[in-house]
């Protein structure tokens, strides 16, 4: 039995996918990737004080994960901040224009493509990574853009025969092995993000919490704030949306088994509409309680199989009775 589940598990590698949709992917998270650094200024962070740039994960996070992976000499290795070991941090216009070749980088993987020796996508990951670095050393953004950044590291092992780039503007709307592998690659980004999360909850989490989650209460109390003169930013949608205290106990399970679930969007992928509309609808609700990943939400995006559009269909007459 195992052996059949594995056999089928890897039997959705070689389903074929037309390589658009990497292409389509390939531009996706570089247009996402550009909006979320032009959305900031990075230069501000090395104008911080020092011990503010010290709030490494394991720092921020009671939890043995971050105990594992959320120290400072991975994180530094891992975003070539390790350099800034021996030498000292860059003035703030030195950043700017990292930042700036950084996007420079993720526009002309674009629309160039991987480049010779596929440097282009692999410049860009490595700069995405030391700019985000900033940011994990500082206590910010530690999951909204991981899934950008797995899909950026996956497209460099990438070896389809690219379109949508400025030599070869035609789509390539043939179903490839190719493709369909590394459209396989990418779902499993997604099912690696949110399904140990759904492990975690049945491990660290009773199924009676599971009915306790007080999330309307935390809501009005976030909007409560912001009208006694405490300010916390929650987005406008949630001053037109009804509170509903009964939402605490139907809500929240239902979220819980779909991080389960997300493996299925490999064997059904034409559940992969109501896995972006899902997610997109629980992200927006989850910053009303201050946890906005809008980062995941940019990633959702590259997984509108915008290839379908380009699929030729026959109109088959049915047969006629007589």
Known sequence: MIGRALQSYLDQFSRPVPTLAIDYVRWAVCLALSYKLLSGDFAIFVDLP???????????????????????PLIDLVTLHAVYWFVDLPSASVVSAIQWTTIGFLLAAALFGSG?????????????????GFKLR?????????????????Y??????????????APDCR????????????????????????VNKLIDISISDWLAYPYTSILSARMLNN?????????????????????????????????ILTPLILWRRAGIYFFIVFYTALHLLS?????F??????????LIPVYRLFEKRELVPSPVTT
């Not at 990943?293 to 959702?300: E, K, Q, R, S, T």
């Open 116 to 132: 010779p020796f596929r440097l282009i996508p692999i410049i860009a990951f490595l700069l995405v990574m030391h700019m985000w």
């Open 227 to 259: 009208v006694v003169g405490h300010y916390e930013y929650v987005l406008p949608m949630f001053e037109y949306l009804p509170i509903i205290d009964g939402a605490n106990y139907i809500a929240v399970p239902p979220v819980y088994i779909s991080h």
């Open 138 to 154: 500082s206590h910010h953004d530690l999951d909204d853009v991981e899934i950008l950044q797995s899909l950026l590291l996956l």
């Open 293 to 302: 990943f809008f980062g995941n939400i940019l990633a959702l995006i590259t």
């Open 50 to 72: 020092p011990h503010l740039l010290e709030l490494y994960p394991v720092d921020a996070h009671d939890s043995r994960y971050f105990h594992l992976m959320g120290v400072k």
């Open 175 to 198: 179903p490839s092995l190719e493709g369909g592998r590394m459209y396989a690659v990418f779902l499993m980004a997604f099912v690696i993000y949110y399904f140990p999360s759904g």
């Open 287 to 291: 910053a009303g309680v201050g946890i």
């Open 156 to 169: 460099v092992f990438s070896n389809h025969r690219e379109g949508l780039t400025l030599q070869r503007m």
